[in-house]
């Protein structure tokens, strides 16, 4: 199995679970033809390589860390339309390349740092943002260190200030509070060490709270 520093950028469609509840077919169409029309010829003009795809999401590896950056600059602000928006995390790490796939904790904090996006934002690592800050005319947020699931050690996380970002919901990663009653919701749990299958077991539970609160 061969192993190489990567570049991982991880980028998931907002409220997925409740655009496909609304109207699949209308959902479906429209993602493909942004994928295939405005994501993917940005990623290859960026170099590039998508590795994974999900229903909701991308994984794309970058040798650049500087063009993973500049990439997702530029999809948050020339991509997103209407009401379909992404959040964006990327790492840089020592990664296992098998089968034109990729696995490792490079890949697993990518996809945590993208939970802690705003919807329409990137979330960068510690060491991403040590590499692009004086490369790039980007300005960045120091979100301090953050504990993510099933990561051993607290992630330095920076947040990319763009003016795209779509401030309608919060990241998942965050817990509000309210005086009010309300019902809870317990998350499922991914039995996989592959953080990129965490993305079904959060839609699940995100379909089930927009259930029982009837929204």
């Known amino acids: 199995m061969e192993r190489r520093l990567a570049a991982i950028l991880a980028a998931y469609v907002v409220s997925y679970s409740r655009l496909m ?6 959902t479906l169409a429209r993602l493909n033809k942004l994928r295939k029309e405005r994501i993917e ?4 003009s960026h170099r590039g390589r998508v590795f994974k795809l ?3 999401g991308i994984l794309v590896e970058f040798a650049s860390v500087v063009d993973a950056v500049s990439c997702a600059a530029a999809w948050q602000i020339r991509v997103g339309e209407e009401d379909l928006h992404f959040r964006i995390g990327i790492n840089l790490g020592d990664v296992m390349v098998e089968d ?11 996809a945590r740092l993208e939970a802690l996006a705003d919807p329409g934002g990137i979330c960068l690592s510690g060491n991403v943002h040590d ?3 004086a490369k790039l005319d980007l300005s960045f ?9 099933n990561i051993t050690e607290p992630v330095r996380a920076y ?12 990241p998942r990663s965050v817990t509000q509070t309210s005086s009010k009653l309300g019902v809870a919701v317990l998350p499922l749990n991914s039995m996989s060490s592959d953080a990129a299958q965490d993305a ?6 995100e379909v089930s709270v927009i259930r029982g609160f009837g929204l």
């Open 21 to 26: 509840g609304a109207d699949e077919a209308r």
């Open 159 to 170: 947040r990319v200030l763009l003016e795209s970002s779509v401030q309608t919901e919060k």
């Open 54 to 56: 999900m229903g909701d």
């Open 200 to 205: 079904f077991a959060d839609g699940i539970t």
């Open 131 to 133: 590499e692009v800050r």
């Open 41 to 44: 010829p940005l990623i290859a």
């Open 141 to 149: 947020e120091d979100m301090g260190p953050q504990t993510v699931k």
């Open 100 to 110: 034109g796939d990729i696995f490792g904790n490079g890949v697993n904090v990518a």
